[in-house]
C-alpha cells in the first residue's frame, strides 16, 4: 500500500512530534527519545518476536536512537516532508507538491512555524502506522484535534464521504472493489484466507500504531526510518503482508458500517423527572453472514443534550440493554438524545436525534427568607423567587412558630408577594420562620427554618461577679443574668479587670454570652477587681458593683536530693537532706519522706513526717535495695518530690527452708516434691542453688538426689508403699544455710485401667441412661467413677462422680448431639478416660417464644386499617427442637385462639375498642404444640369521637354565635378532644374558621339576610372522627340607620314645621317616617304621623304648654306574606314651648331658638356620657380576650 497511498488535501496536514524531553544519552552514545501518547489515544508497537503491543495514552514511551537525530520519513508519491522546531519540540509536516489543488472549500495551507495542527474529520486517516529501521525511534504521536459534534456533517458524511473519496484517486477505488469482493468470496466459502508473516530481513524494525477514531474515508500509511534504497523497499513490502492489512482494514470499515445502522431511539413515558428510551440494534445484526465482523456483544452509549449555543452531548449510560430510564432530569425542558453501537473498542456513528420534553412539575424548595427591617414589635421579611419548574408560582406560603419556641408553625402569610411585614411582635423575642412555593402543579417543600429577633431595650445593670474557685494563677468567676430580662434575650457581658500594681484601671477580660469565666496567667497570692457590664443590640448597661478576690500562694519547690550519714549498716541508715530554694511564698511546715523497698519504686510508704531535716531508717532487710526521696508541705499545698536516693544494705547468709512437701499425690514408683521458691530469710541474696537429701526410714544413709536452682524435682525409681524421709538447703552468694526439717513422704499404690466404652440409651427427648463395667484396678479398689458429658468433643464437663455403674442424665435439649466418656479413680489416682461415645437426642416439641411485643403504628410497612380495632404483633421464632415449625397459636383471650402459618408478626384485627387483651403465643411442629410464651398486656385505641351538634344561640345582621356539644365556653389548648369548624365559600369549598377545645364561636363580618352553612369535626388521640351533617343558618334584616334630632320652624302661635334628614332607600326597600310627640313631663308619646315626607306641620299647639318631638325611620321589607315594617332607633327629642305673643313675632323665635340651644347643649352631654362609657366597655372586653383567649 506504500505505492498507492490516498491523495491528501492541500489543507490536511500529518503533524509528527518529536519532543526531546530532554534526551537521555547512554553510555553507549545511543540517545532515548519519550514518545508521548495523548490521553484517548493508542499506540501499537511491533516487536522483534512479531507480537502487537498496544499502550494506551495518556503515557510517556522511551524509544532508543543511536544518533539522537530525527528519522527520515518516506511519504507517498506526490507529498513533500518539511521538519520544523518550536519551543524545543521538532516537527514533521506532510504537504502536497501542487498547492493549486484545492477540492472543496479549502483554503490553500503553506507550512509556516505556526501553523495549527487541526485536522478536519473528513480528511484524517483512520489509522496511522510508523515503520523505523534498527537503532531508529518511531516520531511522537500525531495529535488528532476532534472539533465539537455536529450530526448533520456526521450524517452526510457517512453517506458520500466514500464516493467523494474515490473520485479522488481511481487507483484506491480499484483496490478496494478487490478487497470486497475477496472479502465476500470468503465468507461465502466458509473458509479464512492466511496470510503468510512477512520473510525475515537482515533488518528488523519496530512497527508503531497510533489510532483514532475517525470516519471510513482511508489509510494512511507513512513510513519513518534509515534511509533505505528503492530495492529495500521493494523487498519488504511483499503482497502477502499487503494483502492481510487490506483484509484487517475492510473488515473495520464493514464492522463502523454495521454499527452505524443502529436505530433512532424511542421516547415512552415522558415524566416530570424520568423518561424510557428504547431502541433496535443494528439492522444486520441478526444476519449471520453480514454480522461476522461482531466477534463480541454489542453495547450502547446513549448520550443526551438539554440544547444550548454549544449543544453538548453527555454520555449518560453505557451498557448493553437496549431500553433505558434516564433519571435526574429537569421538569419542563427540551432534550434531545441518540445512541451510539460500540463492539470490540470500534464505534459507530451516532443515530439521529430524538426530541423530547420533559413535563412541569411543582416549584423547587425555596431559599430562607432574609430579614429586612426589625423594630420592637415588626420583622419585614424578603424572599427570593424560586424555579417554578415550568408552571407560574401562585402564592408563597410563611409560616413561623408564633415566638413559642416549639415545633409546632402556623401560616403568617399566603400571596404572591415576594416579601411581607410581621407586626404585633413581642420585644427581643425570637421567632422561626420557613417558606414555600406553591403552583397549579402542587406545593413545594418547606425551606430550611430560620430564626430573627425583634429589637429590645438596654439591659438593666447586672450583680457583681462572684468566685467560684481560686487557683494560684487564676479566677473562676461566674455572674447572674439581669433580673427582668427574658429567657431568649440575647444579652452578651463584658468582665473587666482592675489590676492596682499595673496603673491602668479596668481592662476587659472576657467579651460572650456565657456566664462564667476563668481568668489565667494572674499573680500568686495577688488581689484583684472585678465588675460585669450587660449589652444587647440596643446598647450596654451600667458597670456592676465591684468585687475583690485574691489568688492562692504556689506550692514550694522541692527539697534537695537526701544523701547518706555515716555507714550503711545490714538493717539501718541515716540520712540527711536541704530545704528548697523557692519556699512558694510561705513557710515550710513539714518535711516528709518516702521509702520504696527495690529498684521499680512501685509501692512508695511515709517512713517520716516532721520540721526536721535528718532521718534514721530502721528495720531494714538486709541485701536490699532501697530508693527514698523526699518532698515539703507549705501553706502553698505540697512540692515535688526531690530527686531519688537509692541504698543498698549488705546481704548475709539465708536461714533454714521450709520442708519439700509433695505434688499431688503419691505414685507407686516416682515422687514429685516442691518447695517454698525462698526461704523465710533470705540475707538479703537471691538463692542461687537448693540441695535435696533423701533416706530410708529404715535406713540412716543419706543421698544427695537434687541440686540446682529449680523449686521442683521428681525422685525416680522408688518402690511402691514405702516411706522415705527428705530435707532441704539453699544457698546465696554468702554461702549455705542450715538444713530444713525432715519430710517423710510414701509411695502410692498404682492407677485403674482404662475403662470400656459407656453404653448409651435415649429414655426420652430429654433424658439418657448410661452404663459402664468396672476396670482393672491395679492393686487398688476402684472407689468413685467420674462421667463426663458435652455438646462437643473437647470440652466436656463431669455430670457424674459416685461408686455406681450407670447414671441418667437428664435436662438435656431435643435433637442434639452430646459426647461422653467415663474415668475410674482410687486411691493411687485416676486411671485414663475411654472411648468418647457419641449419642443424638430424638426431636421434641419447639421451645416457647422467648420475645413478644405489640409493634408501634410507626414502625410497620402499612398502616393499620383501623388502631382502634387491630393490633400489630411480632416475635422471635423459638428453637424448633429438631423439627421444622409449622404455625404458631396466638391466645389472646377469645375462646378461640388463632392458628397462622410460619409468619414470625401478625395483625389481629376485628378487637374491641379501647379494650384491655391478654397476648401469648405458641409454636407447633409435626411432633405438637409447645409452651406458651409469656403473656403481655396492652390495650386498644378508643374510637375517634362522634361529631357534635351545631346550635346557633345568637344572630344579628353581621354575626352569627354559634355553639356545640357539653362543656363551658372556655377550655384548654391541652383539652383531649379538639374541633374543627369549617364554613362553605362562595365557591362551595369549605375551608376552616376554627380549630381548638372550646364549644363556641363567633363568626363575624357577615352579610345581611344571608343563609351561611356549616359542619364540624371532633379529633382526639385516636384521630379525627367523622364530619357532622351541614347546618344553615341565616343573617337577620339589618334596620334603619338613627335619624338626627328634627329641626323645628314655628309658624305661628299654634302652628310649627317639623323637618329632618332623609335616608336613601336600603337593597331597594322604601323608606317611610314615624313621628311621635309628647305634650307635658309626665305623659307618653303619640305617633302623630307616619309616611315618607321628611316634613311635618304640626298644628292646634295649646299655649303655654312643653311639646317633645322625635322621628324614627320605618324600613318596609318585602317578605313572603307581603310588607313588615322593621323601625330603627328613634331620634334624639327636640323640645317647643309654646307662648301667647306678647311681643312682636321676631322675639317669639327668639325664645324658641334659645330653648333648643339649651336643649341641644343637654344632648352634647349625653352622646359625651354615652362614648365614655362604651370606651370603658371596650378596654374591659379587651382585656378579656387578651387574659382569657389569647394566653
Same mark, same amino acid.
Not at 404444640?929 to 398486656?937: A, E, M, Q, V, Y
Not at 386498644?940 to 362522634?946: G, R, S, V
Not at 334596620?1039 to 320652624?1049: D, F, V
Given at each position: ?268 413515558? /415522558? ?89 412541569? %412539575? ?540 410460619? %409468619? ?28 406458651? @410464651? ?102 337577620? /334584616?339589618?334596620?334603619? @340607620? ?71 325611620? /320605618? ?77
Amino acid at each position: 500500500m506504500a505505492e498507492n497511498p490516498p491523495p491528501l488535501d492541500a489543507a490536511s496536514l500529518l503533524n509528527v512530534d518529536l519532543s526531546l524531553l530532554p534526551p537521555l544519552v547512554n553510555g553507549d552514545g545511543t540517545q532515548v527519545i519519550l514518545v508521548q501518547v495523548n490521553p484517548g489515544e493508542t499506540f501499537t508497537i511491533r516487536r522483534e518476536d512479531g507480537q502487537l503491543q498496544c499502550i494506551a495514552g495518556p503515557a510517556q514511551v522511551p524509544m532508543v536512537s543511536p544518533n539522537g537525530s530525527v528519522p527520515p520519513i518516506y511519504v507517498p508519491p506526490g507529498y513533500v516532508s518539511q521538519v520544523i522546531e518550536e519551543n524545543g519540540v521538532r516537527r514533521v509536516l506532510v504537504l502536497p507538491q501542487q498547492p493549486e489543488f484545492h477540492p472543496g472549500s479549502h483554503p490553500p495551507i503553506h507550512p509556516h512555524p505556526y501553523m495549527p495542527t487541526f485536522l478536519h474529520p473528513p480528511v484524517l486517516p483512520h489509522h496511522q502506522m510508523y515503520s523505523t529501521g534498527p537503532g531508529d525511534v518511531a516520531t511522537q504521536y500525531v495529535p488528532q484535534h476532534h472539533p465539537p459534534h455536529s450530526y448533520a456533517d456526521q450524517e452526510s458524511h457517512s453517506t458520500h464521504g466514500r464516493s467523494n473519496y474515490i473520485h479522488r484517486d481511481e487507483r484506491t477505488s480499484k483496490a478496494y472493489d478487490r478487497l470486497q469482493k475477496k472479502l465476500k468470496d470468503r465468507q461465502a466459502n466458509g473458509s479464512k484466507e492466511k496470510v503468510s508473516s512477512p520473510s525475515s530481513s537482515p533488518h528488523k524494525g519496530h512497527f508503531v500504531s497510533l489510532t483514532h477514531e475517525q470516519n471510513d474515508q482511508g489509510i494512511l500509511e507513512t513510513r519513518i526510518g534509515t534511509e533505505k534504497s528503492k530495492q529495500d523497499e521493494k523487498r519488504e513490502g511483499t503482497p502477502e503482508k499487503d494483502a492481510k492489512m487490506s483484509d484487517e482494514d475492510a473488515n473495520k470499515k464493514m464492522l463502523e458500517a454495521l454499527l452505524s445502522s443502529v436505530s433512532k431511539p424511542m421516547v415512552s413515558d /415522558i415524566q416530570a423527572r424520568t423518561v424510557v428510551l428504547t431502541w433496535a440494534p443494528p439492522a444486520t445484526v441478526n444476519d449471520a453472514a453480514a454480522s461476522e465482523p461482531l466477534s463480541e456483544p454489542c453495547s450502547y452509549e446513549v448520550a443526551i443534550s438539554s440544547g444550548g449555543k454549544d449543544e453538548k452531548f453527555k454520555v449518560t449510560y453505557v451498557g448493553k440493554d437496549e431500553s433505558i430510564t434516564l433519571r435526574d432530569l429537569k421538569p419542563a425542558t427540551d432534550y434531545k438524545a441518540r445512541v451510539q453501537a460500540v463492539c470490540n473498542l470500534i464505534k459507530g456513528n451516532p443515530s439521529e436525534l430524538e426530541s423530547f420534553r420533559t413535563l412541569c %412539575s411543582e416549584p423547587d424548595t425555596p431559599m430562607t427568607p432574609r430579614l429586612i427591617n426589625r423594630t420592637k414589635h415588626s420583622l419585614s421579611l424578603q424572599w427570593k423567587a424560586t424555579c417554578d419548574n415550568g408552571s407560574k408560582v401562585t402564592n408563597y406560603i410563611l409560616e413561623w412558630d408564633e415566638g413559642k419556641g416549639s415545633n409546632e408553625f402556623s401560616q403568617c402569610y399566603l400571596g404572591s408577594q415576594k416579601q411581607f411585614k410581621v407586626t404585633k411582635l413581642s420585644p427581643a423575642v425570637g421567632y422561626r420562620f420557613k417558606l414555600a412555593a406553591k403552583n397549579d402543579l402542587g406545593m413545594s417543600g418547606f425551606s430550611e427554618e430560620v430564626a430573627f429577633y425583634t429589637s429590645g431595650s438596654v439591659p438593666p445593670t447586672p450583680t457583681g461577679p462572684q468566685l467560684i474557685k481560686a487557683g494560684v494563677t487564676w479566677l473562676s468567676l461566674h455572674w447572674s443574668k439581669p433580673s427582668g430580662t427574658l429567657s431568649d434575650e440575647g444579652i452578651c457581658y463584658i468582665l473587666e479587670m482592675e489590676d492596682e500594681t499595673s496603673g491602668y484601671g479596668f481592662k476587659p477580660k472576657y467579651n460572650g454570652e456565657d456566664l462564667a469565666y476563668t481568668i489565667k496567667n494572674l499573680r500568686r497570692s495577688s488581689t484583684y477587681k472585678f465588675r460585669v457590664i450587660a449589652y444587647n443590640s440596643e446598647g450596654k448597661s451600667n458597670p456592676s458593683e465591684v468585687t475583690e478576690f485574691t489568688t492562692h500562694p504556689d506550692k514550694p519547690g522541692l527539697p534537695s536530693k537526701p544523701s547518706v550519714k555515716g555507714k550503711i549498716h545490714a538493717h539501718n541508715f541515716k540520712v540527711i537532706w536541704d530545704p528548697p530554694k523557692d519556699n512558694g511564698g510561705s513557710v515550710i511546715t513539714k518535711y516528709v519522706v518516702e521509702m520504696s523497698e527495690g529498684i521499680n519504686g512501685n509501692k512508695w510508704d511515709v517512713v517520716y513526717s516532721g520540721s526536721a531535716r535528718e532521718y534514721v531508717c530502721d528495720h531494714l532487710n538486709p541485701g536490699s535495695t532501697y530508693q527514698l526521696h523526699v518532698y515539703c508541705i507549705s501553706k502553698g499545698g505540697q512540692s515535688l518530690v526531690s530527686e531519688t536516693l537509692q541504698v543498698q544494705t549488705p546481704a548475709i547468709p539465708p536461714g533454714p527452708c521450709q520442708p519439700p512437701r509433695l505434688v499431688g499425690k503419691a505414685r507407686a514408683r516416682e515422687l514429685q516434691l516442691r518447695w517454698a521458691g525462698q526461704p523465710p530469710v533470705i540475707g538479703g541474696s537471691q538463692v542461687t542453688s537448693y540441695k535435696l537429701e533423701m533416706s530410708a526410714s529404715d535406713l540412716n544413709d543419706t543421698k544427695e538426689v537434687y541440686q540446682g536452682p529449680n523449686i521442683e524435682c521428681t525422685v525416680s525409681n522408688l518402690l511402691p508403699g514405702r516411706m522415705y524421709n527428705f530435707r532441704l538447703r539453699a544457698a546465696n552468694k554468702a554461702g549455705y544455710g542450715p538444713f530444713s526439717e525432715k519430710c517423710e513422704i510414701c509411695t502410692a499404690a498404682g492407677c485403674p485401667d482404662q475403662c470400656n466404652a459407656p453404653q448409651v440409651v435415649c429414655k426420652t427427648a430429654t433424658c439418657v441412661h448410661v452404663s459402664w463395667t468396672v476396670p482393672g484396678d491395679n492393686g487398688a479398689d476402684v472407689t468413685e467413677y467420674r462421667l463426663e458429658w458435652g455438646v462437643v468433643e473437647g470440652i466436656m464437663q463431669i455430670c457424674y462422680c459416685g461408686p455406681g455403674l450407670n447414671y441418667e442424665v437428664k435436662g438435656l435439649l431435643p435433637a442434639t448431639t452430646y459426647f461422653c466418656r467415663v474415668q475410674a479413680l482410687n486411691i493411687a489416682g485416676a486411671g485414663p478416660f475411654s472411648d468418647v461415645v457419641l449419642c443424638m437426642t430424638p426431636a421434641s416439641v419447639p421451645a416457647a417464644v422467648g420475645f413478644l411485643q405489640v409493634m408501634d403504628e410507626n414502625l410497620l410497612d402499612m398502616p393499620l386499617e383501623c388502631p382502634s380495632t387491630c393490633l400489630a404483633i411480632h416475635w422471635e421464632e423459638p428453637c424448633d427442637h429438631g423439627s421444622e415449625i409449622t404455625s404458631y397459636s396466638i391466645d389472646f383471650g377469645e375462646k378461640q385462639p388463632i392458628i397462622i402459618d410460619r %409468619s414470625t408478626s401478625y395483625v389481629i384485627r376485628n378487637l374491641q375498642p379501647d379494650t384491655t387483651y391478654r397476648l401469648r403465643v405458641q409454636a407447633i411442629n409435626s411432633i405438637g404444640p409447645g409452651p406458651f @410464651s409469656h403473656t403481655i398486656k396492652t390495650k386498644t385505641k378508643p374510637l375517634p369521637p362522634e361529631p357534635p351538634r351545631i346550635e346557633c344561640v345568637a344572630f344579628s345582621h353581621q354575626t352569627l354565635k354559634l355553639k356545640w356539644g357539653e362543656g363551658t365556653a372556655k377550655a384548654l389548648a391541652s383539652d383531649a378532644i379538639q374541633y374543627v369548624l369549617q364554613m362553605e365559600d362562595k365557591n362551595g369549598r369549605y375551608s376552616t374558621l376554627y380549630r381548638g377545645p372550646c364549644h363556641t364561636y363567633k363568626v363575624q363580618r357577615l352579610n345581611e339576610s344571608t343563609c351561611y352553612r356549616f359542619k364540624i369535626q371532633a379529633c382526639n388521640e385516636a384521630g379525627e372522627g367523622p364530619y357532622s351533617e351541614v347546618y344553615t343558618f341565616m343573617t337577620t /334584616i339589618s334596620p334603619p @340607620s338613627p335619624l338626627k334630632a328634627p329641626r323645628l320652624e314655628q309658624l305661628k302661635e299654634n302652628v310649627c314645621d317639623l323637618i329632618w334628614e332623609p335616608l336613601p332607600a336600603m337593597k331597594g326597600d322604601p323608606i317611610v317616617y314615624s313621628v311621635q310627640a309628647m305634650v307635658g313631663k309626665d305623659s307618653e308619646f303619640k305617633q302623630i304621623y307616619k309616611g315618607p315626607e321628611t316634613t311635618f306641620q304640626v298644628s292646634n299647639l295649646q299655649l303655654n304648654c312643653e311639646y317633645r318631638f322625635r322621628v324614627c325611620a /320605618i324600613r318596609q321589607c318585602q317578605g313572603t306574606q307581603g310588607f313588615h315594617d322593621l323601625v330603627g332607633p328613634y331620634s334624639a327629642t327636640v323640645t317647643l314651648y309654646s307662648q301667647r305673643n306678647e311681643t312682636p313675632t321676631s322675639s317669639s323665635k327668639n325664645t324658641t331658638e334659645i330653648t333648643n340651644t339649651a336643649q341641644t347643649l343637654s344632648d352634647e352631654q349625653c352622646a359625651a356620657l354615652i362614648l365614655a362609657l362604651f370606651a370603658v366597655v371596650s378596654v374591659l372586653i379587651a382585656f378579656i380576650v387578651q387574659y382569657f383567649v389569647i394566653e
